[in-house]
């Protein structure tokens, strides 16, 4: 069965830098599409990034356009993300789906806490 293991989340202060990773294994992961998603405490899952299967595609909240980029590694089956310029409200746990697009799919990581100081 398909499982996704994200790793690489931390403490940083705003304006800093992470870059999150998330290997899939039981699976074919070039045939998947691939996203993260975060929750806030008290918060529901939002969408945060996307990628096709392909990598052609890539797609983002817009609340980190410009400071977050999606990126795969088929190779490795890994999905990245690297956050740059960090906010406080962007403190969430992250979780890596895998199985459709912009919206999600049926597979989780366990997630990845990321908090952001000010």
């Known amino acids: 069965q398909v499982q996704l293991v994200e790793s690489g989340g931390g403490l940083v202060q705003a304006g800093g830098s992470l870059r999150l990773a998330c290997t899939l294994s039981g699976g074919t992961f070039s045939s998947y599409h691939m996203g993260w998603f975060r929750q806030a405490p008290g918060k529901d899952r939002e969408f945060v990034a996307a990628?096709?299967?392909?990598?052609?595609?890539?797609f983002y909240a817009d609340s980190v356009k410009g400071r977050f980029a999606i990126s795969r590694e088929n190779a490795k089956s890994t999905v990245y993300l690297q956050m740059n310029s960090l906010k406080p409200e962007d403190t969430a746990v992250y979780y890596c789906?895998?199985?459709?697009?912009?919206?999600?799919?049926?597979?989780w990581g366990q997630g990845t806490q990321v908090t952001v100081s000010s």
């Open positions: 990628i096709s299967w392909s990598g052609d595609s890539t």
């Open positions: 789906n895998a199985g459709a697009l912009r919206r999600p799919g049926p597979y």
